[in-house]
């Protein structure tokens, strides 16, 4: 009996061509659309299900749509705002893999007896001979890789997880839909946040909590106050546009604080730090870091990587030392860990 396969199909292109590749490999395969939000989105849109069905149509495989909208609100939405109150700057696309793709709809894929689940996702999975661990490694195609944002699978979901894609660079996926005829073969990447289509996190906090965030002052390194912010939310760690301040020098946003409600602004060279603890970590490669390992770290998705020691300070923190100060490195997001193209693990910065 073949093996049985629930493909992730979000109506583009990239979890098209899995779904095929899945089903070349002999894999029996449902494709399942996850309906994760009720306003407009740069996801799961009535187009975006469309194209998806009819990619499952043109494969001759059944498709079903799931509505996820409470679990995506709960799971993902509220950690977002919660995070952003918080005064650090979250990553959704981590929490969506981590709790809703991997956690729910797999445990969805095996409540109804598949073997796998499938995505889009520019990533290689593959077991150590030796551990007999579960490994996350880069994609052959390192401008497309998405390890980054995969780095919370546990072993029990990357013992099921299918990447297909891992191995194809983007143009060589695009010509496999081309020469199987998918709809959606020339359709474009979704950039941003699905959630929030015009970018404007601010205004979509305030919209959905029907809070308003008080302003406060925005100061100097020397306590000075240069002005007024309009809601810690609406600032990032590194941030220079739209601050409003007059300065005889570019300036950033080097620091937030939420218990006196201020942004402090400071020169590029203000940025720059050579450590780092996170919190909330999951280990891939090893299931505990036993002394202080040489790895290379992103701290944010399209950063390159930067050498870096890393000590396993708790059950469940890291501290990471960078052999060069870093820019901008941003509570919130991920500092994810790499020996080579393998993700030996990471956690949110804290």
């Known amino acids: 009996m073949n093996p049985k396969a629930v493909i992730a199909m979000s109506g583009g292109v990239d979890s098209s061509v899995a779904a095929a590749l899945m089903l070349e490999q002999g894999y029996e395969c449902i494709g399942i659309t996850l309906k994760l939000y009720k306003g407009e989105s740069r996801c799961c849109s009535l187009q975006d299900v469309n194209d998806a069905r009819a990619v499952a149509f043109r494969l001759g495989m059944p498709h079903y749509v799931l509505n996820f909208t409470d679990d995506f609100d709960e799971q993902v ?39 796998c689940l499938a995505t889009g996702h520019y990533a290689r999975v593959e077991r150590d001979s030796i551990s007999g661990r579960f490994l996350l490694r880069k994609s052959v195609d390192t401008k497309k890789d998405q390890s980054y944002v995969l780095y919370c699978l546990t072993q029990d979901q990357l013992e099921r ?61 020397d306590g000075t106050v240069l002005g007024k912010h309009r809601g810690l939310i609406r600032y990032t760690i590194g941030q220079r546009r739209g601050l409003g301040v007059a300065a005889n020098e570019p300036v950033y946003v080097a620091a937030k604080s939420v218990a006196d409600n201020t942004v402090t602004l400071g020169p590029d060279s203000s940025l720059y730090s050579k450590n780092l603890v996170a919190n909330s970590i999951n280990l891939i490669a090893c299931a505990k870091l036993e002394k202080p390992m040489q790895v290379m770290v992103k701290t944010r998705y399209l950063q390159i990587e930067q050498p870096a020691i890393v ?3 708790g059950e469940d ?17 991920a500092a994810v860990l790499y020996d080579g193209d393998i993700v030996v693990g990471g956690g949110t910065i804290a």
């Open 311 to 313: 000590e396993q300070t």
């Open 161 to 221: 997880a299918r990447f297909p894609l891992g191995e194809l660079s983007k143009p060589e996926v695009r010509k496999i839909a081309e020469e199987k005829n998918l709809v959606n073969a020339a359709k474009g990447e979704s950039q941003d946040i699905c959630f929030v289509p015009d970018g404007d996190y601010g205004n979509f906090i305030e919209g959905y909590t029907g809070k308003t965030y008080p302003a406060g002052d925005i100061i100097g390194l």
């Open 77 to 115: 939405i509220r950690r977002f705002i919660e995070t952003y109150e918080k005064g650090a700057t979250p990553n959704p696309c981590i929490d969506c893999n981590r709790y809703i793709k991997f956690n729910l709809l797999l445990l969805r894929a095996r409540q109804l007896d598949f073997d």
């Open 317 to 333: 923190t890291l501290h990471i030392e960078f052999e060069k100060p870093q820019r901008a490195i941003t509570p919130g997001q």
